[in-house]
């Protein structure tokens, strides 16, 4: 297997970026299947569409995990929502990406805006949900978020990931990994994130030894499509698409409810 001098990030998912109508106050799932690559000739993002409450039921809605930032795109993983704290990663990001400025400029602001709010979500799970506070941010963590599009003619990703600092009192407190594409992150230019079970993401890394030499629109496909075959609760189709290169952006497949407003 050929090694990459880049950057590569395993995560294991609450949820990707629950829809706004989501019944679940919190938005916790576990399991969600997402597959994000980046080359210097293009950028391959993959999706399910499903998203499970705090009790492990599915939401009935589909969920649109790929979607828009000013005039890149974004997804994320983590803590999205709680109801009773007023924190919102949806309307933070609106918020952020309204502003003027590069796409770097935006992320700064919304790493701004949603810092203060997130630690104060996450103080009121760790004391009122401690066994939930402790199996899915501490185990697996509270936040991470995808940003990725073309900038000035360059193929962009950058990843933001959301770590729980040790804190000697009751209350909560985060700290930001920065990871860039291109930059001195990834060298060679090239970087992938795969979102979602560890069985699977060894499965697949196993059997698809290459797939960055290959088809990057197959291998995203396949890898979602791993978990919705073993039936994975927290994963289910359909599966959305989105390919982005210099010269313009495909929805390879996209559900209507997905479409760009």
Same mark, same amino acid.
């Given at each position: 297997m050929h090694t990459y001098p880049l950057w590569v990030i395993t995560l294991f998912t609450l949820l990707m970026f629950a829809h706004p109508l989501s019944a679940s106050v919190h938005n916790f799932s576990h399991g @969600?299947?997402?597959?994000? @690559?980046r080359t210097p000739?293009?950028?391959?993002?993959?999706?399910?569409?499903?998203?499970v409450k705090l009790d492990g039921s599915p939401d009935s809605d589909p969920v649109c995990k790929i979607r828009r930032f000013s005039n890149a795109y974004v997804v994320v993983n983590g803590m999205s929502q709680d109801s009773s704290t007023g924190y919102d990663v949806l309307s933070l990001l609106k918020e952020a990406g309204e502003q003027k400025g590069l796409l770097a400029d935006k992320i700064a602001t919304f790493e701004r805006l949603v810092k203060s709010p997130l630690e104060k979500a996450l @103080?009121? +799970?760790?004391?009122?949900?401690? +066994?939930?506070?402790q199996r899915n941010v501490i185990e697996i963590g509270p936040l991470g978020v995808n940003f990725f599009g073309v900038e000035q003619g360059v193929l962009v990703?950058?990843?933001?990931?959301?770590v729980v600092s040790p804190s000697p009192n009751n209350d909560v407190s985060v700290y930001i990994e920065r990871l860039g594409c291109p930059g001195v992150d990834c060298p060679d230019g090239v970087a992938y994130i795969l979102v979602g079970a560890d069985e699977f993401k060894k499965r697949f890394e196993r059997e698809k030894l290459n797939f960055m030499q290959g088809d990057l629109v197959k291998a995203a496909r396949q890898f979602v499509q791993m978990h919705i075959d073993a039936q994975v609760v927290d994963v289910g189709p359909p599966i959305d698409i989105l390919r982005i290169k210099k010269n313009g952006t495909q929805w390879i497949e996209r559900k209507p409810e997905c479409e760009d407003k």
């Open positions: @969600t299947a997402v597959f994000v @690559t000739n293009e950028i391959v993002v993959a999706a399910d569409s499903r998203s @103080t009121r +799970l760790k004391r009122d949900e401690p +066994l939930v506070f990703f950058y990843h933001r990931r959301f």
